[in-house]
């Protein structure tokens, strides 16, 4: 018995310094450590020993020794632990206090290309109309003359023909001055049915200056079904505004005249550089022009020669249509003052988006 | 077109009215759709007042200045003026201390300070017309009536200032062309009655029969054309009432008989021509289509040579006037003109557009014949301004009016039916049939019996001639809502079924590969879709490559952009170049493009014959980006090379789902002849775009289809465009991975047993490629292989010139158990032995 209790004294005290040592921050403590553990409850450690010696005892002291043993052996179990606990977290502390890294250094990034911006303002469009319930729809960019004319309401020798710098290819065959001519593939080729479909894409003018480009992106947006009224145009346009412009966005409204459309309109949106204000503390705002208003595109509803055309019935269906500019949505989302910066492809600029 | 203030003035009175402040009434025209694009403000500079000249004196010193002293009404100025007409007693324009004297044709302008002239203290200028944007003259001060108050401002004073509205009138609305026209939508807009002009006409000359004659022979083109005759007329310069209108709106002054044809089609729309009578030869005015050979020199001075289709007016021996475009020479009207023969005419729209343009012509005229003129109102225009001629140029009207017209001109007002309730629905908001009728009754229509148009109550409205536009119902729905103001509409969401309708396959698969290539590094660019055979030549490819057949362009905009591109690479490889050129030397780029493809065989009515594909092309340039940058580890970074591009191949088919294998080299022109490869599809369908460009016989004999090629560009290549360092460049078709991509992957178990490698050295010629030793190597038939990796390609110490080393990593995996030593070693053996049959390849 007496064995149990100088054990157990010697046990303490080898603690006790082990953790005067670790208090003072002494390193190298594990190897100590593992090396008193095993003294104690390796195979051939003190206790082990103390279990086996039992053989040599009476029988009848047998079960209080063993009790005894057992009691220290579970002592010297907890100690350990706590012990073991206490070198474990001196180790991390010690191994955190001691790294030298420059968390300055810039990351290992895996490099990062860039999409450009048109085309993600693009997929932000399709987006916000797919959440509407619209399809995405699309047409050939060299068209057939009565595509993106004929059927549209614009007549050989229409004087609404000057609107449109065409491209021509033979007396036929055009590049399409505007993605409208979606609506009359689309209308053709689903007949009767509703119709609520986006189609952006690249359209071709002849016109090239510091405001515009020879080929450039529209959104056209077509819907078609019984009872579509010019206000429904006006409610898809104000949620699109808003999305797209802000939640203070307002809408204008002009007159205007397209031979697809009827009534016709330019829609302009609120100036949301300058709030609509025409000015940003005292300063002229150069994106409205001191205006307080943003021209986005033109309008209507679907004139019944159209549908006509077409084969659809104007007194049955009636529809909106409306389309507007990539280019310059983009253009003022990122504050590009300059439309060739989109097709220049300087690393410089790309880069940015 | 270009209206002036002060003549609208004339047609309407906007006092009291918001449309009196000038502003206002640009943004009212602007509702109206009438969109002003620019507003010149004349005769309104700040700081300019009107006041009175009370002394003046020659300048002691100074033979041509006067002393002055001036009076804006409160104070007295001491002026020195310079103009020879300066008097006392005068009201004059008095630009006080602080004026900013507007610039004249673009120089800058000056502001008034205090100054002294000889000696002369003069605290201010009187102004000559010049000074004040108010007209050309500086030959001296202008002299205000002596009525005018003072120290009025100058846009204050009655009849000095104007504001020019620049207006963008659209193509279907000619009446707007005109003052009468604009202070009409004015009028409806505010409420206020619209004043026509009128002159009374005195028809006292000779008979106008005899002096001269009409035939109209192209009713087709003409189909009515009105003549007066005006004897004993004075040409000369215009009144001063005349040239100032002419000129509020940037209008040039001629003579007064020119002036007031001008004047009158600026006032009502309707051309006119005048002609010197006794130039007519033989009396007879001919509407008919030109004859071949005939020719006339136009009053731009370019002679002309007709077509016969082209419409005349022409005398008894050959023509006179391009009709509905522009005079001739010989019988224009001069200083020696007496007599006047004076056309009004209604030209059919189609036929005056369409030899403006054979021309190269446009005209005042002919920009209104085209788009439409009313056709009611010819006769009495000519009554009008006969009247007016006789009136300010002298002379007399001839008794009668010759008048011809087709029988099928329109000669009574059209009647359009509008369902009030039809209007209610189409723009969506309630209205009524009173509402309906006031609108349109307040731009000229009358509202006539009620009657039923499909079942429901419908309105009768005639339409007055100079509303050609408005044929239709729908035509008057938009007046209504036009009229009553778009932005009084409501703002309501259409409620439709709800629907979902996926991104079609093509469009998700562009977004995918898109946002892949960016992920990996690359940039994507937009270029135009234009091209040059001259570009395309710098590829290289033989004549019969598809995409040597180029589509070109009838009207481009210049040289380089003169065809539809068959192959975005010269536009990559060109962007390419500018950046190498802008010290940006990594340019990594991706683009899907559009090519053109000629396909006259697939041309029909409604067919262009020409296949757009979509193509995805990659240009690497430069370093491929060290991802490990400062880490100063070299292996890491250097120049793009081949099995960059490769890699990321590999990666975008994966992330694609295609199942393709890469084959090489690539036989393309623009390739290099050993770095490149070729990707192959598996499929059964070969889509057309793919089928266009690699040919579908080779395609279907292997059952696999070429998509597309990737490679370094061919050296020759390379220096066409320029370009420095390594180029690396791909080109895809979007179609080919479309048909090509895979379904969704399949769950395979993958064992729980731990795996076994063994690692084989092998030493083979230069020539011998990674391919053909994985090729021989009995994947198959060794089932615990799971997989063979290489681990380096070796060349240096220990291996032979013109050898290398490779190093292979097999793994050895069972599914069902631990593999023993021995079964490894069984099976590495068979892969050995395999391996041993080929003479070349010596184990390490």
């Not at chain 1, 100036?271 to 595109?297: A, D, L, M, S, V």
């Not at chain 2, 002003?36 to 700081?47: C, D, F, I, W």
């Not at chain 2, 108050?149 to 207006?167: C, T």
């Not at chain 2, 054309?225 to 100032?244: F, T």
Request: proline share 6%; net charge negative.
């Amino acid at each position: 018995m007496q064995l149990i209790q100088d054990i157990r004294v010697r046990l303490d005290a080898e603690m006790q310094s082990l953790q005067a040592k670790l208090a003072a921050g002494e390193k190298g403590l594990s190897k100590v450590f593992e090396d008193a553990k095993i003294r104690y409850q390796g195979k051939k450690g003190d206790i082990s020993g103390l279990l086996r010696s039992m053989g040599t005892l009476p029988a009848e002291q047998r079960p209080d020794f063993g009790k005894l043993v057992n009691e220290l052996r579970d002592y010297a179990e907890g100690l350990f632990d706590s012990m073991q606990q206490g070198i474990k977290e001196a180790d991390i502390a010690g191994s955190l206090a001691g790294s030298t890294l420059d968390a300055t250094l810039p990351g290992y990034r895996i490099p990062q290309g860039s999409l450009h911006p048109m085309s993600q303002v693009r997929e932000e469009i399709i987006s916000f109309f797919q959440g509407l319930g619209f399809e995405l729809a699309a047409g050939p960019e060299v068209d057939n003359d009565w595509y993106n004319f004929e059927a549209l309401n614009i007549p050989p020798d229409h004087p609404s023909r000057d609107m449109h710098d065409t491209f021509y290819v033979d007396d036929q065959v055009v590049l399409r001055t505007h993605t409208s001519n979606v609506q009359a593939h689309y209308m053709e080729t689903h007949p009767g049915q509703p119709i609520r479909i986006i189609a952006p894409g690249f359209v071709y003018r002849v016109d090239n200056d510091a405001t515009h480009s020879p080929m450039f992106q529209q959104v056209e947006c077509l819907v078609v079904d019984k009872d579509i009224s010019f206000a429904h145009l006006k409610g898809t346009l104000f949620v699109w505004a808003r999305h797209m412009f802000g939640d203070k966005t307002t809408m204008r409204f002009r007159p205007s005249y397209f031979p697809f459309t009827e009534p016709s309109a330019e829609m302009d949106v609120s100036c949301y550089f300058c709030g609509g204000q025409g000015h940003n503390n005292g300063q002229p705002c150069r994106t409205c022009k001191t205006t307080g208003w943003i021209e986005i595109g033109g309008c209507g509803s679907v004139d019944p020669n159209v549908f006509g055309k077409l084969g659809w019935d104007p007194e049955e269906y009636s529809g909106f249509a409306f389309g507007f500019g990539i280019d310059r949505i983009t253009m003022l989302k990122y504050g590009i003052p300059d439309i060739s910066h989109l097709t220049r492809n300087d690393n410089r600029f790309l880069k940015q988006f | 077109m270009e209206v002036s203030l002060n003549w609208l003035k004339k047609y309407v009175d906007l006092n009291g009215t918001p449309g009196d402040d000038p502003q206002a009434l640009s943004q009212a025209l602007t509702s109206l759709g009438l969109e002003v694009e620019g507003m010149k403000v004349s005769g309104a500079v700040p700081g300019v007042v009107s006041a009175e000249v009370l002394t003046c004196a020659r300048h002691p010193e100074a033979d041509k200045l006067s002393v002055c002293t001036v009076t804006d009404g409160s104070e007295t100025f001491p002026v020195v003026c310079g103009a020879p007409n300066v008097a006392a007693g005068q009201k004059v324009l008095f630009a006080k201390v602080g004026a900013e004297i507007p610039g004249k044709g673009g120089e800058p302008g000056f502001k008034i300070k205090k100054a002294k002239l000889r000696g002369q203290e003069s605290h201010g200028m009187i102004c000559a017309e010049d000074e004040v944007g108010l007209g050309e003259s500086h030959e001296g001060i202008l002299v205000l009536p002596a009525e005018t108050p003072l120290g009025l401002p100058m846009e204050k004073i009655a009849g000095l200032s104007d504001v020019a509205y620049e207006l963008n009138v659209t193509p279907n609305r000619p009446d707007a062309l005109c003052h009468t026209g604009v202070a009409r939508e004015i009028a409806a807009k505010f409420g206020k009655p619209l004043r026509y002009p009128g002159e009374a006409l005195k028809e006292t000359g000779p008979a106008i029969a005899g002096q001269i004659d009409i035939q109209l022979e192209d009713i087709a083109g003409c189909s009515k054309y009105v003549g007066r005759v005006i004897n004993g007329v004075k040409v000369g310069p215009s009144p001063d009432w005349l040239v100032k209108a002419l000129k509020s709106i940037g209008k040039r002054s001629i003579n007064n008989v020119v002036d007031l044809t001008n004047y009158v089609l600026l006032e009502t729309n309707q051309p006119s021509h005048a002609f010197d009578l006794n130039r007519i030869r033989g009396k007879q005015v001919i509407i008919r289509k030109a004859k071949a050979g005939e020719r006339l020199t136009t009053l731009d001075g370019v002679d002309r040579a007709l077509t016969e289709a082209d419409m005349l007016i022409a005398d008894a021996q050959g023509p006179m006037v391009l009709a509905g475009v522009m005079g001739g020479k010989d019988s224009e009207v001069s200083e020696t003109t007496t007599d006047i023969f004076l056309e009004v005419a209604y030209f059919t729209p189609a036929v005056v557009r369409r030899q403006g343009r054979r021309h190269g012509l446009s005209s005042d005229s002919s920009f209104r014949f085209e788009r439409g003129i009313d056709p009611l109102a010819t006769s009495q225009v000519a009554d009008y301004l006969a009247a007016l001629i006789a009136l300010w140029c002298g002379g007399t009207v001839a008794n009668g009016r010759l008048d011809k017209s087709a029988p099928e001109h329109q000669a009574s007002p059209r009647i359009v039916y509008l369902r009030p309730a039809r209007a209610e629905k189409l723009i969506g908001m309630a209205l009524g049939e009173a509402e309906c009728a006031r609108r349109l009754e307040s731009i000229g229509l009358k509202a006539g019996a009620t009657s039923q148009v499909h079942g429901q109550p419908a309105l009768a409205f005639a339409i007055p001639g100079f509303r050609g536009d408005l044929e239709r119902e729908a035509d008057l729905i938009e007046e209504i809502a036009r009229l009553g103001d778009y932005n009084t509409i409501p703002v309501t969401l259409p409620t439709l079924p709800l629907g979902y309708k996926a991104l079609p396959p093509g469009e998700s698969l562009s977004r995918l590969l898109r946002h892949h290539l960016k992920d990996a590094g690359l940039n994507e660019t937009l270029n135009l879709r234009f091209s040059s055979r001259k570009a395309l030549a710098k590829l290289g490819l033989p004549a019969e490559d598809p995409r040597s057949a180029c589509v070109p362009l009838r009207n481009p905009i210049s040289e380089e952009w003169e065809i539809l591109p068959t192959t975005a690479l010269p536009s990559l490889l060109a962007a390419v170049a500018y950046n190498q050129n802008n010290q940006e030397r990594n340019a990594r780029f991706f683009e899907i493009a559009r090519s053109f493809y000629h396909r006259p065989e697939e041309r029909s009515a409604r067919l262009p014959g020409i296949w757009e594909e979509e193509m995805l092309c990659i240009v690497l340039s430069g370093d491929w980006p060290d991802r490990r940058p400062w880490s100063g580890d070299t292996a890491l970074s250097g120049p793009v090379e081949f099995h960059h591009l490769k890699g990321l191949v590999e990666n975008l088919l994966a992330a694609a789902g295609v199942q393709a294998r890469l084959g090489n080299p690539a036989t393309d022109a623009w390739l290099h002849p050993v770095e490149s490869g070729v990707i192959l599809a598996e499929q059964g369908k070969i889509p057309t775009g793919a089928e266009i460009l690699f040919g579908s016989k080779r395609a279907q004999s292997k059952g696999e289809v070429r998509i597309g090629s990737f490679g370094v560009l061919n050296p020759r290549v390379q220096s066409q465009f320029d370009l420095k360092g390594p180029v690396l460049a791909a080109e895809i078709s979007l179609s080919g991975l479309l048909a090509a991509a895979a379904k969704t992957p399949k769950f395979k178990a993958f064992g729980h047993f731990s795996a076994v490698s063994r690692d084989l050295n092998l030493l083979v010629d230069e020539a011998r490629s990674h391919g053909d030793i994985l090729g021989r190597m009995p994947t198959g038939r060794v089932s615990i292989l799971q997989e063979v990796r290489l681990n380096s390609v070796y060349r240096g110490t220990g291996v032979p010139e013109g050898k290398k080393a490779l190093h292979y990593t097999f793994t050895y995996r069972h599914a069902e158990k631990t593999l023993t030593d021995d079964e490894v070693n069984k099976a590495q053996e068979k892969v050995n032995q395999e391996l041993a049959k080929d003479e070349g390849i010596v184990f390490k």
